[in-house]
């Protein structure tokens, strides 16, 4: 991966002597012809950037020049501070592949087919590559968007049509919840953890999922779980000498954050062949390899259920995992955003708290942070920027300074904060919305179940693929075995080989997926992550196009 991240920087600067080498031609020679000037000098044989710039020199070029640098203020950044070889290394050396350099190309797609629809061999773009259920069609829970609705308008519950045109029980909620937002406005500023209200609420439903107490000191809602990673990589990463122990393949924020705060990545290798088991031997064996090297291992990330990968944990696993990091001295870091996507009929999702509770360890005996958001489960509601953290077993002087850092961005947003109470706490039996909420809620859980199974079979019916069946999550991670020629033809190129099939994917099918590489990967194995959110009357025509692709694909390169 570092060669390829090399090889991004150097084609950043390699743009950047293109664009400049464009913008110094000679005024009079573009501006003699604009006709002759698309047959001298091909728009397509230039980056995109310096093509938009010569069609505006283009079109200016006859009009008088206001000021003598205007030209050169505008488009040679030769002058300013900042440039690719001055700024943090860290951001350079941070990847995200999620919405790298396919997605880039993907979404120039987008805008080439919406100015010329016959411009590429399909019409439209299919985003297979993140987690966002709205934007592929999933519609949001009803009793959820009605309480925000109320909460973001509390004028309406004052109104008689208001009775008509929401629950009951929602009107309640709202009432419930605006009580405790200062000022009554979901505009105003919260406290620092988020609102004492809404975390009470979360502590409820977190007690009935688990069957222990939570504390809603230990809850700190944030924007996203992602943000509250990053809270975490920056109190627990001092220098390159600490280490996070990732697995692999692994979630890319967990690489990237580790990268922007200086510190290591200690990657374990989940078992493929074993449904992407993960293995004790393999955490201490990983653990000791990275003391040789001077690393202090401080935390261990555990994603569960897996993303990319997709597994759900065994509770017996999740044991032993509790006891590794109690022996190890290790802080728990549990990605547990996916609780609700579980699909298989013998496997169910267990908290890691809980788990830990079971054990008999208390508050003192491990330091463990449980990551929730509601961007996924059957909720997806991934605009809205919710989530927490529930932080267990660290001092009250590292709280202090938890509480200083989360006070730096002074609060989550308060839609957020809402939904993530609403998720931890929905409608019961015997309230108005129950039948309906439980309604949509299994409606959308039974159709991803559908719609992984099926793009499951499909994947393993292609000649060289194999993919390990999704018991959560969102997502397949199928393995792809690619002929040597394809793989010379990705060298030659400059790409990682699962890179060079993906680009290759999008360019005849407009399906966006995101190449192993990006998730990092057991050496000389390829994959790409697909999402299972396209609706499912999509996904026939998915598997269709997919299919045919990577028929061609193999004949091409077939030895």
């Not at 629950?167 to 953890?193: C, K, M, N, V």
């Not at 627990?236 to 580790?258: H, T």
């Not at 999402?531 to 196009?545: F, G, K, M, N, V």
Request: glycine fraction near 6%; charge should be neutral.
């Amino acid at each position: 991966m570092r060669k390829f991240a090399a090889e991004k920087t150097r084609k950043v600067l390699a743009h950047r002597k293109i664009f400049n080498s464009v913008v110094q031609l000679p005024t009079a020679s573009l501006s003699s012809s604009s006709s002759s000037s698309s047959s001298s000098l091909s728009r397509k044989s230039l980056p995109h950037s310096s093509a938009a710039f010569l069609s505006r020199l283009l079109n200016t070029s006859a009009s008088p020049d206001p000021s003598p640098s205007s030209d050169s203020m505008a488009s040679d950044y030769s002058s300013t501070p900042v440039k690719i070889d001055t700024i943090n290394p860290k951001v350079l050396e941070c990847e995200y592949a999620v919405r790298g350099e396919i997605v880039s190309l993907a979404q120039k797609l987008q805008e080439d087919l919406k100015i010329n629809p016959d411009s590429h061999p399909f019409d439209e773009i299919l985003y297979c590559n993140i987690g966002n259920p709205q934007s592929l069609g999933q519609q949001p829970i009803t009793f959820f968007r009605e309480v925000l609705a109320l909460c973001d308008h509390p004028a309406i519950l004052d109104k008689s049509e208001t009775q008509g045109l929401f629950s009951a029980d929602s009107i309640e909620r709202a009432f419930q919840i605006l009580d405790q937002i200062p000022g009554r406005a979901t505009g105003a500023y919260s406290h620092s953890q988020g609102i004492k209200g809404l975390r009470d609420a979360i502590c409820a439903g977190i007690e009935a999922r688990d069957g222990f107490p939570a504390d809603p000191n230990d809850i700190f809602l944030t924007d996203g779980a992602s943000p509250a990673v990053h809270m975490m990589m920056q109190l627990l990463i001092r220098s390159k000498n600490d280490g996070i122990l990732c697995p692999i393949p692994q979630y890319p924020l967990y690489s990237a954050s580790i990268a922007l705060h200086g510190g290591t990545l200690v990657p374990y290798y989940l078992d493929e062949a074993t449904g992407w088991g993960m293995e004790i031997s393999e955490l201490k064996n990983q653990l000791e390899t990275a003391k040789s090297k001077g690393i202090h291992v401080r935390a261990l990330v555990v994603i569960n259920p897996g993303n990319p990968t997709g597994q759900v944990l065994a509770e017996n696993n999740q044991q032993q995992i509790v006891d590794f990091c109690k022996k190890e001295g290790l802080v728990l870091l549990a990605d547990e955003v996916y609780q609700e996507n579980i699909y298989v009929p013998d496997k169910q999702f267990h908290s890691f708290k809980k788990v830990a509770r079971s054990m008999g360890y208390g508050e003192k005996d491990i330091s463990l942070v449980s990551f929730q958001s509601v961007s996924k489960g059957y909720y997806g509601e991934c605009g809205k920027r919710g989530g927490y953290m529930e932080i267990t077993g660290f001092s009250p002087e590292i709280r202090e300074q938890i509480y200083k850092v989360a006070s730096v961005n002074l609060c989550s947003n308060i839609s957020g904060q809402i939904l993530a109470s609403l998720v931890m706490n929905p409608p019961k039996v015997g309230d108005e919305s129950y039948e309906s909420y439980f309604a949509e809620k299994d409606a959308i859980l039974s159709s991803l179940a559908r719609r992984a199974k099926s793009l499951e079979e499909a994947l393993n019916g292609l000649e060289g693929v194999s993919c390990n069946r999704a018991e959560g999550a969102m997502y397949l991670f199928p393995r792809i075995d690619l002929p040597k020629k394809a793989i010379e033809a990705a060298e030659a190129a400059k790409m990682a080989p699962d890179a060079f099939y993906a680009k290759r994917l999008l360019n005849a099918t407009g399906i966006v997926v995101v190449p192993g590489s990006g998730f990092r990967q057991v050496p000389g194995t390829w994959h790409f992550r697909c999402t299972i959110l396209p609706q499912e009357d999509r996904i026939p025509a998915i598997i269709s196009r997919l299919t045919d692709f990577h028929k061609g694909f193999m004949d091409e390169f077939r030895a």
